[in-house]
């Protein structure tokens, strides 16, 4: 009896894995960074509309991982309750939708953010 149960959450964590390793690893610097530049920097740095709203500075990892004034804005490892993927995904309210009146980012621009929460938002 026990050992089924071991057997089975070993067999249940070989699955995860090899789920999770299907997915290419994201890099923060290769993949997130030039994703952010091109469409959030322009207002996530010091003197910029987004930053003086909401204290959101998007200028480096840290600075992103801090998130708004109001806390943080990533989740590691949870993609929808990130508040970052709420809202280039539309699911938060309308008049914050990011980039800020703008048009949505490409689908495959946001699945890379949310691969790279999902794989722990780290500084890689
Ligand atoms: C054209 C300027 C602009 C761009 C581009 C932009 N933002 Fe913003 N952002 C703002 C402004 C302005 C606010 C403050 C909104 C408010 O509070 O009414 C804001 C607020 C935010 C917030 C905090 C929302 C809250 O109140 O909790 C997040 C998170 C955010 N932006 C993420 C992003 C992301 C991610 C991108 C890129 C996909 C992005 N922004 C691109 C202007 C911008």
């Not at 952010?36 to 709203?53: A, I, M, N, S």
Request: glycine share 12%; hydrophobic share 40%.
């Amino acid at each position: 009896m026990k050992t089924g149960i071991l057997r089975g959450g070993a067999l249940f964590a070989v699955t995860f894995v090899l789920a999770a390793c299907g997915q290419r690893e994201v890099s923060y610097k290769a993949d997130v960074q030039p994703i952010l530049k091109q469409y959030c920097l322009e207002c996530h740095v010091e003197g910029g509309d987004g930053y003086t709203k909401s204290g959101l500075l998007m200028t480096s990892h840290e600075s992103l991982m801090k998130g708004t004034k109001f806390g943080s804005i990533i989740k590691p490892g949870d993609s929808l309750s990130s508040v970052l993927i709420m809202l280039v995904e539309g699911r938060a309210d309308p008049s914050i939708k990011m980039p800020h009146g703008k048009a949505s980012m490409p689908q495959d621009k946001i699945e890379v953010l949310k691969q790279w929460v999902v794989q722990g938002a780290r500084n890689n």
